[in-house]
């Protein structure tokens, strides 16, 4: 389950109503000026929209608007850039600017001691380098998680061969130590609080570069080995496992995190590398083994490849869809091949990039295995059901990150009787007339009634008009790859 935890420099919704409430008492004239042109151009975009389909424009206006919204999102705001680029020999520089996470830089002779959690820094002279201690994992600001996260102590010592630990073994290349603790064991966690903070690290070693884990797991390696090996030539280094003392020359301790499940172009200090980048590794890292089950496979399922096809994640337990067979039917109606994927923690992630990199549409509810928009090709579609009491979750986690992968998001609001709670609680009780004062309240209202309490019943009525949005928009999109020379401007 995502730890709902926000930054507060981030949010602040009742600060934020209250500056609007400000404004608009300050400009009631100017308002009904404003909204008399403003429903003249709604009349007006009207017509431009529903035009093509009244008579028969094949301008593929859905696909235009997507290109301009993508870019518009794919503008940052300018960033300063990171802290501790340059170390000088002999010294740790810290950079704790940052409020997601720590990230210390060490140059010269650095000798790894596991027992005491250490990483010392051997020097010819006395400095003024004075020691540091560090929890190398990306989420500083929450206490509650960082409090279980084991701690490292980088020493400074004036070197004395009689007392020095000797190198068993000597590394030619940089280390990045980092930790698998933590929320690790979650999907959304390991790549939004792990996986791509590595690629942010690391991605301009090209590969000449070991990882050191701290609480390290076989089963995270043996997940995500295919990954890391884009990422290192080198094999992984359990710090806690291996008592040797490893020998290196520079060493990052810490990861580097950017926001959601994404990677910020300008706070890249070698190279304007994007969320999409990190997806191309992801590429490379599957491709292989995607062959081989291509291979393994039987012939006995024929698709017809002319229908775009349709993934349903589907959920087991809470926030799960209800009437998920009529779905399931509604969506072969409108004309997608469809698959009902069902990934548990043992599905090898191998097979369910290959589902998911292979479709037009995805559709799930709200939950961590939205993660895997992430294994969707650039503008393909991505449904997330949104259920009560999550709008801000679903935005911020997985909405505004799919958009910057490319992605056409569409954000499917529930309405209340759509809501297994609409007919546990009534239609006037807080729950379900004001999601927001229950979220107030805290993470633990939050999860018991709107993540673990909650299941949805799709009006199939109103999302038959989703899904045909989303077929028109795959149809259009193929033809336009298929016969690009018939929209060259």
Not at 27 to 46: D, G
Not at 55 to 74: I, P, V, W
Not at 213 to 218: M, T
Not at 383 to 408: F, H, N, R, S
Request: glycine letters at 6%; proline letters at 4%; a neutral charge.
């Amino acid at each position: 389950m995502v730890q709902y935890h926000r930054l507060i420099i981030h949010h602040g919704r009742k600060e934020e109503r209250f500056r609007v409430s400000v404004e608009e008492v300050g400009s009631l004239k100017k308002a009904k000026q404003k909204f008399l042109s403003f429903l003249f151009l709604t009349i007006l975009s009207c017509c431009f929209i529903v035009s093509p389909y009244l008579f028969g424009f094949s301008t593929l206006s859905l696909l235009d608007s997507f290109s301009r919204e993508n870019e518009a999102l794919s503008s940052y705001e300018p960033a300063p850039a990171p802290v501790c680029l340059e170390v000088s020999n002999g010294t740790i520089c810290c950079d704790r600017t940052g409020l997601r996470s720590d990230i210390c830089v060490m140059k010269g002779d650095i000798r790894t001691d596991s027992a005491s959690s250490s990483l010392f820094l051997l020097t010819s002279t006395n400095n003024t380098t004075t020691p540091q201690k560090i929890k190398p994992y990306t989420r500083k600001w929450e206490t509650s998680v960082m409090d279980t996260v084991q701690e490292l102590n980088l020493i400074p010592k004036h070197s004395n061969k009689s007392s020095d630990r000797v190198c068993d073994v000597y590394h030619d290349v940089p280390a990045v130590f980092f930790s698998t603790g933590g929320y690790t064991g979650n999907v959304y966690h390991e790549f939004n609080d792990g996986i791509i903070p590595l690629f942010i690290t690391s991605q301009h070693y090209n590969k000449k570069v070991v990882f050191v884990i701290v609480e390290y797991h076989d089963w995270w390696e043996m997940k995500y080995g295919d990954i890391v090996s884009q990422l290192t030539d080198y094999p992984l280094v359990d710090f806690n496992g291996d008592s040797r003392t490893h020998c290196f020359k520079e060493a990052t301790v810490g990861l580097r995190i950017h926001d959601e499940l994404t990677v910020n172009s300008t706070l890249m200090s070698h190279g304007n590398k994007t969320i999409v980048d990190f997806r191309n590794v992801l590429d490379r890292a599957y491709t292989h083994r995607i062959q081989s089950l291509v291979q393994e496979e039987t012939k006995t399922t024929v698709l017809d490849v002319k229908k775009p096809k349709l993934v349903i994640l589907s959920r087991n337990g809470s926030r799960a869809i209800l009437n998920e067979d009529l779905l399931v039917k509604l969506a072969e109606e409108t004309g997608f091949n469809v698959e009902v994927l069902r990934p548990n923690k043992r599905t090898e992630m191998a097979k369910i990039y290959r589902s998911m990199n292979t479709s037009d549409v995805m559709i799930g509810v709200h939950g961590a295995a939205m993660t895997h928009f992430l294994f969707l090709k650039p503008k393909s579609v991505f449904i997330q059901i949104v259920p009560l009491g999550t709008d801000w979750a679903a935005e911020t986690y997985y909405g505004e990150p799919a958009k910057k992968l490319g992605l056409k998001y569409i954000g499917y609001k529930i309405m209340p009787q759509e809501s297994s709670l609409y007919y546990e609680y009534g239609k006037d009780d807080p729950v379900i007339r004001d999601p927001d004062s229950l979220n107030d309240k805290g993470w633990e209202y939050t999860k018991k009634i709107y993540l673990q309490g909650q299941n949805v019943k799709l009006d199939l009525r109103r999302f038959r008009e989703t899904l045909a949005r989303s077929y028109d928009f795959s149809i259009r999109l193929r033809v336009r790859e298929e016969v690009p020379h018939l929209f060259v401007s």
